[in-house]
Structures are given as C-alpha cells and as structure tokens.
C-alpha cells in the first residue's frame, strides 16, 4: 500500500469528510471538521507520548510484545490524523512526504539537520 491508497482509504473513515471542499475553498482553519483532525494529531500523539513514557519510568525503556503493539496502534492513529490533516489542505500523502524528504535532503546538504528553526 502507497501513501495515497491509505489516504484514500482513510478518507472513508473520517465522519466529518462532508465539509471538506468548504475547508479548501475557504482556506481557513476555522472550520470545525478541520480543528478537529489537528486536534486529534495532536491528541494521538500524546497518546503515544504516554505509552513510551511510562515504558521509560516504570521498566527502565524495557518493553513487551504487547506494549509494541500498543506503541503501534498509537502511532498508526498519528498516521490516519497525518492522513486528513494533509487531505484538508487538498494534498495527497505522497507529496507532503516529498516535500519531507526534499527539507531534510537540503537541510543535510547545507549541514542544518541539527539546530533550531522551521526554516534553517
Ligand atoms: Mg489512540
């Protein structure tokens, strides 16, 4: 499966997908379907914050089977709110991991993977 394909298929999951053109077209991210994938990114990811966090504290970074699965289920919700974020701003899945790629390639490059700023 491409990124596009699980963005696709993604899209029939999302209960709120009804107002989507309304979202691009007006540009805005005041519009609740929108807030609420941001939201949610930002909520799952926590999620997953947490599960490695008490891994970290209580078992010394130690980790089960079952808590991997755990840990991927988790980060397989950061990947469908990934999925609608970028679909709410009218771009497939397939280009905002290019245009991941291309950043760190000319970050490496330029010798600014490490440091600070969106823009370094
Ligand atoms: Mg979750």
Redesign the pocket.
Known sequence: MDFDEYQAQAKTTDLGIKNMGEVIQKKTLNVPEFLDKVLGLTG?SG?LADKVKKILRDKHGDFTEEERVAIL??LG?VLWYVAEVSLYLDTPMSELAKMNLEKLASRKTRGTLVGAGDER
């Open positions: 799952e999620e289920k988790e919700d």
